[in-house]
């Protein structure tokens, strides 16, 4: 058979696929409109069809098991090119168009058919939501509104279906970006660690951690010594490369469950989730021999550092205290050497 192919048929294809819904389950928005057309139309069939370079297929329908047929079989492919019309055919079987046609000459040997386009507003016609009957009849004028009708609430339902998928990637992109904002503004950008922040909501989320399930816990505070007075001397962007290298040893020396964090100018801090007081201690007194051990520019640099367990701290701010006093004491006890809290 010879099927007409309307003249924008490349925009009304992109058209189709923009709304997303060829293949998709079955929904009771458009099953209730077949069944709506069947009953006021008086037909065993209805239809909402959707065609495009291959195939007409069935979005929903109503008295018919076939989901598709291929484009050349289909009746509605002829009413792509009159988008104000519908298509009405009292008697396919002498209408030289289908009467040989598989579907009138075989099962379910069609006779009637009548299909109103379903229109975009640039119009673009997508399909049909059409009417068919194994008898030759009419539909008055009052059937054929009502199919109008439908065709306009199939295409209602069709531009909220585009408007939700796009709502729905907006929101996915805006997950999204959130997540990318999130991770930006949780990260020192000179050194590319946590930065304080995040560090103090991960300490409070480790520390209710540790409460609820008896776990351990140690947070190391670390400082660089005399780092002032290296950035005086030797200027700012060589105290950045110090900074930097730095932050890479403390990450290498971290495992994928510790959170390493810069917190200020010459201080950074490990969260040590599941590690107890003697295990703290061995990780600190190795980071401290890893950064003396250092072949640094200009001259040699070296770290405090205090460490503080959890027991029965009130809070997580009182856990980071006690590491801020330990650092304290490493630095009073003349520093490059690893404190506890609430030893001497």
């Known amino acids: 058979m010879n099927i007409p192919v309307p003249e924008n048929e490349p925009s009304r294809l992109r058209a189709l696929s923009g709304y997303a819904i060829l293949d998709s389950a079955a929904e009771q928005a458009y099953d209730d409109m077949t069944y709506l057309a069947a009953n006021i139309c008086g037909t065993p069939i209805a239809l909402i069809s959707l065609v495009d370079e291959t195939r007409q297929w069935f979005k929903s329908r109503t008295g018919l098991a076939l989901a598709q047929i291929p484009r050349e079989s289909a009746f509605c492919a002829h009413a792509l090119a009159d988008p104000d019309n519908l298509l009405v055919i009292e008697d396919a079987s002498k ?19 009548a299909g109103a386009p379903l229109v975009t507003g640039n119009g673009e016609v997508l399909g049909t939501i059409c009417v068919l009957d194994r008898q030759p009849r009419s539909l008055d004028e009052h059937a054929l509104e009502a199919l109008r009708c439908l065709s306009r609430q199939v295409m209602a339902q069709l531009e909220l279906r585009k408007l939700l998928n796009t709502l729905g990637s907006c929101q996915e992109e805006l997950v999204r970006l959130n997540a990318v904002s999130a991770s930006q503004n949780a990260i020192d950008e000179l050194t590319q660690l946590y930065n304080r922040h995040a560090f103090q909501e991960t300490l409070i989320a480790e520390w209710e951690r540790t409460f609820r399930y008896s776990t351990p816990l140690s947070l190391l505070m670390i400082g660089i010594d005399h780092f002032g007075p290296f950035n005086d001397e030797f200027g700012r962007p060589a105290g950045d490369r110090a900074l930097r290298r730095i932050a890479q040893i403390l990450s290498g020396t971290a495992r994928l469950c510790d959170m390493v964090a810069r917190c200020g100018d010459e201080e950074f801090a490990i969260i040590l989730p599941a590690t107890d007081s003697k295990g703290a201690l061995q990780i600190a007194e190795r980071i401290r021999a890893m950064i003396e051990a250092e072949n640094w520019p200009h001259r040699g640099l070296t770290a405090s550092i205090g460490v503080a367990n959890y027991t029965n701290q009130v809070d997580a701010d009182a856990l980071f205290k006690l590491a801020e006093q330990a650092l304290r004491q490493a630095k009073d006890q003349g520093r490059n050497r690893v404190a506890r809290a609430g030893t001497q």
Not at 98 to 112: D, K
């Open 95 to 113: 209408d030289p168009r289908f009467a040989s046609n598989p579907l009138v000459a075989g099962e379910p040997h069609i006779r009637f058919y």
